[in-house]
């Protein structure tokens, strides 16, 4: 990935100083302006997918046609999210629409993630040796998971990217910030041995 060394100057001594750093400097994220980043700001849905699909290196598909009902060609995320969705790693929502500037949640993101895995070395990790143990289990509120998201919540903790908000708890209905969303993309990039 390419590498322009930055550092925002509201991540000094953040958790997620390194992460966030980091991926600035391959401009997978981006600050706000001012040579800020506010890591404690939620992230949208659009925006999730854009920085996921810029971590990747993934081409932008054509846009040729509408997928969502609320997602249009003059949006800045048109084509990021036209991507996502021809690669297989975002869907919307049974309305056809894909609510691009809702904050998107913990569990939402873990999905993603765990979707986006098929694109990279990580695409077998539910055939591990520890398949049958469940990754939900150390977490007091895995059952807070909604049905549709345990698999890909599961894949992702089991892939070593997502962990706990705190030791023993996952917070799936959260939003998820800034400086997660950052610390997120660098673990599947790493795992994924795309970056070191």
Known sequence: LTWNPIEFTDMTGHWAEEAVNNLGSRMVVSGTGSHR??????VTR????????????LRFEPADHHTFTDVNPSDWYY???????????????????????????R?????????????????NVTETPNATVDPLHPFTDADRVSTWAVE???????????????ANRLAP??????AEVAWIIQRLL??????H
């Open 107 to 123: 569990e939402q993101a873990m999905f993603i993630v765990a979707e986006a895995m098929a694109l990279t070395p990580l695409q």
């Open 79 to 105: 084509r990021s999210v036209q991507t996502a969705y021809r690669m297989g790693f975002t869907h919307g929502f049974e309305d056809g629409s894909f609510r691009p500037d809702d904050n998107i949640t």
């Open 190 to 195: 790493q795992q994924a041995e795309l970056i």
């Open 46 to 57: 659009a925006e999730f997918v854009a920085m996921i699909v810029r971590g990747l290196g």
């Open 152 to 166: 890909g919540v599961a894949n992702s903790i089991k892939a070593g990217i997502i962990a706990g908000k705190e």
């Open 37 to 42: 980043y506010e890591p404690d700001r939620n």
């Open 173 to 178: 209905q959260d939003h998820t910030t800034r």
